[in-house]
């Protein structure tokens, strides 16, 4: 190893604690950003080229560097996303936040020809601007770049896969498995744009979904699912029986999940938004009143955003004449297998019965 390479290696000795400051630097700055943009990734992360590393880098290509500053990649981080068209939105968070090298920046997605497939990365040499970050007495902090690695998580099992087998397209090796190495990733590049389109879809199915629940219009075109289902109680639902219901005590609603409801309305046959909003308004006078003989009077200050719903599905149990032990169905369906469910549920038959929804037959002439 010549003078140059073990000044390198002294440098690198020395600039330890700057290296790490940086790493510091831009994790934060990345993981802020992540959470500003408020679209998920696989991960983010980084590393400080280790010493053995390095020494094994200047064994190689020692020639190339005058001082550990022509050495771009030491300090190196990576974002990578769920889908290949996240990629460019962090790269327009990272082209205007850090200072870039251009020249020696490079998109490795726009070098493959038309009949290329393989590695496909973005990747930025920077410098921390000083707009994000000085320190009078540490410049180098400024002046030493680094690298920001972008690619989707498909991209990085290519390249995982790919330095793993250690394949170079420089290398001449068997036309079989050249031909291999093309097919796959020809593969992977297709299930990359496959995943993101169907990812797209579904963003544009939600937002029509939540328009039409906004709107309240044509709600017979949406289908019951988990999706449209939230879309639905996150907007009206249940949310006026459910302040109606409180009146009756002047009760405080505590939120609960309603997840399990999904079930249950499938059960009853419910098919669309409009099954289950007509539902909504047939039975949530009924619902009200049935409220009242259970709460009135009573010391229940405090109700949750399961009370509506169960109670809309309980008179509509009980007004099918279905009886005490589907509503007990009910009750371990929403708050899992109980014993006090059994209680419960003879009492709330009880309730039905003194209102007329349900005659004295059923269950208890069983």
Not at 11 to 17: D, G, I, K, S
Request: proline letters at 1%; a negative charge.
């Amino acid at each position: 190893m010549d003078s140059i390479n073990k000044d390198i290696l002294e440098q690198y000795e020395t600039l330890q604690p700057t290296y790490l400051k940086i790493e510091e630097i831009v994790l934060k700055e990345l993981n802020d950003t992540v959470s500003n943009l408020n679209i998920m990734v696989n991960s983010v992360e980084s590393r400080i080229k280790s010493l053995d590393s390095l020494k094994g880098k200047l064994d190689l290509k020692g020639y190339k560097y005058q001082s550990i500053y022509d050495i771009t990649d030491i300090f190196a981080a990576r974002i990578v996303t769920f889908y290949m068209d996240d990629v460019d939105k962090y790269a327009a968070f990272i082209e205007s936040s850090f200072d870039i090298d251009w020249e020696n920046s490079i998109d490795k997605r726009k070098q493959h020809t038309v009949d290329q497939f393989g590695y496909s990365s973005l990747h930025y040499i920077c410098r921390i601007p000083k707009e994000m970050y000085y320190d009078k007495n540490n410049e180098d902090i400024n002046n030493i770049r680094f690298e920001i690695q972008l690619r989707s998580t498909l991209q990085h099992c290519w390249a995982s896969i790919d330095h793993d087998i250690g394949y170079k397209r420089d290398i001449d090796i068997p036309k079989e498995y050249y031909r291999s190495f093309n097919r796959l990733a020809g593969l992977l590049e297709i299930v990359d744009e496959e995943f993101c389109k169907l990812k797209n879809e579904i963003y544009e199915y939600r937002r029509k979904v939540k328009q039409i629940v906004k709107t309240g219009t044509k709600l017979e075109d949406v289908e019951l699912n988990g999706d449209s289902f939230n879309e639905y109680i996150s907007n009206t639902g249940f949310n006026e029986l459910n302040k109606r219901i409180a009146t009756i005590n002047s009760m405080e609603i505590e939120q609960q999940s309603l997840s399990s409801f999904l079930f249950v309305f499938k059960s009853f046959g419910f098919k669309t938004l409009k099954d289950l909003d007509q539902f909504v308004m047939n039975y949530s006078d009924l619902a009200y009143e049935f409220a009242v003989r259970q709460f009135a009077g009573k010391d229940v200050g405090i109700i949750t955003t399961v009370t509506g719903p169960l109670t809309l599905c309980v008179v509509y149990i009980l007004s099918k004449n279905l009886g005490e032990s589907f509503v007990k169905i009910l009750l371990d369906t929403i708050y899992g297998k109980i014993k006090v469910n059994e209680k419960i549920a003879k009492k709330l038959t009880n309730i039905g019965m003194s209102m007329g929804i349900v005659k004295q037959s059923d269950d208890n002439e069983e």
